[in-house]
């Protein structure tokens, strides 16, 4: 059921799309705009016809294949199934429901019988042809089921209509947390279309009925804005400080790696509304956050509603809409002053809980800071623009094409269905630029993006029908794996760097290194606070927080020791580093100082895994194990 509800609130995205360019229309041909009806008509003319509009979007989204005949059958299907209970009661109104009914139908039955054969007679009307038939048939069916059952499930909506559009402060307030909290699971989208389009109803000048909060809104309905308004406040300025919040109680080390991800998502709110980055960022990291998150924007919608703030957008909360339906709000200036109090609020709110609680936010992340600043290393870190490249990249981490059963996306997020969700690397996806991953049942999955989805989306699609061959910067570093040569390592080329004792890397209690990810390798469990140089070569780097340094030998192969598990939030508490970025260096030379005493007493392990980052086929034998003194050679070879 959660996954069919799901289904249908990323279909909801296609008809949602089109309500921007009604709302401009709508203004723009106002009396305080340019005064121009006829543009003001237009844009009413795609308002007056949502359930129409619905129909076609939510056939398209449902259709496996997007189809426009399956579009056509949600149009078919909406007009007979409203052509038939019209004429059976003109007193029903279904609104915007016959078109979602209808939309969800026709796409169904386009799934099933798009491809559906009969006789050489009647070969014209089989496959796709075939499926507005169907579907009006089966509205018909349905037409005269609701032309007489509808005036129960009616009555139910008019009165909680009524209750919610009547019990003030407690009615936007608890639509507000329920907004929020739906999000999670897609849902909010679903909810949004019966508030936004189906509850109450307003007689324009013209004597029009229209129906749902934002279409009266725009027609001038002195009674609708209330269950908009609130959400200005919270995007424009609570959820911007909230980035704000997250930055400034980020490690220091990683505070410009999270600031331009928090300064682009924070812009992208403030300015268009869209706010799920933002809120996926935290959401999962942290849900006492988000579940405070969804308390405020609850008490947002109570005090606007209280100050009596009429406002309203076609799209989403953002300065934009902010600008443009201006002249028709009611105290609008009010809600700058509640969104920065609101902005004061997030920041001191949120900055408190993730200082107070230790929480996980972006930047103050315990395996994931060691695995992306040294993934980066391995040059396995950097995000691209180039949307085929990512488009690979995404699809490699999700466990391949063959992993995918289906591949939908609605605003910010991927949605899949998978064969095997263990053969996922969530790591992968985040140091290619998810923003989250979100487990739904046994087999779905979402990966938040961005709104940049729509465009990856489509290009993992693209490769899944093309198969996902690695693109030609890819296939570049295949040619040159192919002409690399072979990095070897003598037993005498390499020293115990510190007296320990030695581990297979399979041993090491974390998953990241005990794998693999990170390259071969073995693990000491030292027994000496000062590490030693186990080859001659040169230092490439010195991490920030001085928990691990990486080696080059002469012969070009690349060493990573990374003292300890989890040390990298030490941020440099308990280490000593003897050596500087580029300093040549020779077996036995002294490069690093560790307090173990502090450092077992304050990270999960000193366990300190020796990674080889830069090898492609070769092999790696770890010749000894136990306890070794420092200077000890035959520990590893490589050939």
């Known amino acids: 059921m959660l996954n069919f509800l799901q289904r249908i609130g990323k279909s909801l995205m296609f008809p949602i799309a089109t309500l921007p360019a009604a709302a401009l229309l709508v203004r723009l041909g106002m009396e305080d705009m340019l005064d121009i009806p006829f543009v003001t008509a237009a844009g009413n003319g795609i308002l007056e016809n949502l359930s129409l509009i619905f129909a076609i979007g939510i056939a398209m989204g449902f259709a496996k294949d997007g189809s426009g005949a399956a579009a056509l059958a949600g149009a078919v299907g909406v007009l007979v199934l409203e052509g038939g209970i019209e004429g059976i009661n003109d007193d029903i109104d279904m609104g915007v429901f016959a078109g979602i009914i209808a939309g969800v139908i026709a796409g169904m039955l386009y799934n099933r019988y798009n491809d559906v054969k009969f006789p050489e007679f009647l070969s014209f009307f089989g496959g796709k042809r075939f499926v507005p038939i169907i579907t009006s048939l089966t509205m018909v069916v349905l037409s005269f089921a609701f032309g007489y059952l509808w005036v129960y499930p009616q009555y139910v909506l008019d009165a909680t209509a009524n209750w919610i559009l009547n019990s003030g402060e407690i009615g936007v307030g608890v639509y507000g947390v329920l907004n929020r909290l739906f999000i999670p699971v897609g849902l909010h989208h679903v909810m949004n279309a019966v508030i936004w389009f189906d509850f109450g109803t307003f007689t324009t000048g013209s004597g029009e009925a229209v129906r749902g909060e934002i279409n009266r809104f725009l027609n001038g309905d002195p009674e609708a804005g209330y269950f908009l308004a609130g959400f200005f406040p919270i995007m424009m300025f609570g959820l911007p400080a909230a980035c704000l919040a997250m930055y400034a109680a980020a490690k220091k080390h990683r505070k410009a790696a999270v600031g331009g991800m928090f300064l682009s998502i924070g812009l992208t709110s403030f300015l268009t509304g869209v706010t799920e980055p933002i809120e996926f960022s935290f959401m999962f990291l942290s849900p006492l956050l988000y579940f405070v998150h969804a308390l405020l924007t609850g008490l947002a919608m109570v005090v606007s509603f209280m100050l009596d703030i009429r406002h309203g957008f076609g799209f989403s909360a953002g300065l934009i809409d902010f600008s443009l339906n201006y002249g028709i709000a009611q105290n609008p200036l009010l809600l700058i002053v509640v969104g920065l109090v609101f902005a004061a609020v997030y920041f001191v709110v949120f900055y408190f809980l993730i200082i107070k609680l230790n929480l996980k936010t972006p930047g103050r992340e315990d395996e994931d800071d060691a695995f992306v600043e040294e993934t980066q290393e391995v040059g396995q870190g950097e995000e691209t ?207 690093l100082r560790v307090d173990l005493n502090y450092v077992t007493s304050n990270a999960p392990s000193v366990v300190t895994p020796i990674i080889f980052t830069n090898l492609k086929n070769e092999s790696v034998t770890l010749v000894k194990q136990g306890t070794q003194s420092q200077g000890q050679t035959g520990i590893i070879t490589i050939q």
């Open 385 to 591: 623009n180039d949307q085929d490249l990512k488009a690979y990249r995404y699809l490699e981490a999700l466990g391949g094409a063959d992993n995918i059963r289906s591949l939908d996306y609605c605003t910010t997020r991927l949605r899949l269905q998978m064969q095997d969700r263990g053969r996922v690397n969530e790591k992968a996806l985040k140091s290619y630029g998810a923003r989250g991953v979100m487990k739904v049942g046994k087999q779905n999955l979402q990966v938040i993006v961005g709104t940049s989805v729509e465009f990856l989306a489509e290009a993992m699609k693209k490769r899944m029908e093309q198969g996902n061959d690695a693109p030609p910067v890819q296939q570049e570093n295949v040619e040159q794996e192919a002409n690399h040569e072979p990095l070897k390592l003598e037993e005498k080329e390499f020293i115990m760097p510190v007296a320990g004792d030695v581990l297979p890397l399979e041993e090491v209690p974390d998953e990241v290194f005990a794998q693999g990810m990170m390259g071969p390798g073995f693990a000491i469990d030292p027994k000496e606070e000062t590490f030693r140089s186990p080859i001659n070569g040169k230092v490439v780097q010195v991490f920030p927080t001085k928990h691990a340094i990486g080696l080059e030998m002469e012969n070009g192969l690349e060493i990573l020791i990374h003292i300890g598990l989890d040390t990298v939030k030490l941020n440099g508490e308990g280490f000593e580093t003897l050596v500087e970025s580029g300093q040549s260096i020779k077996q036995g030379d002294p490069i």
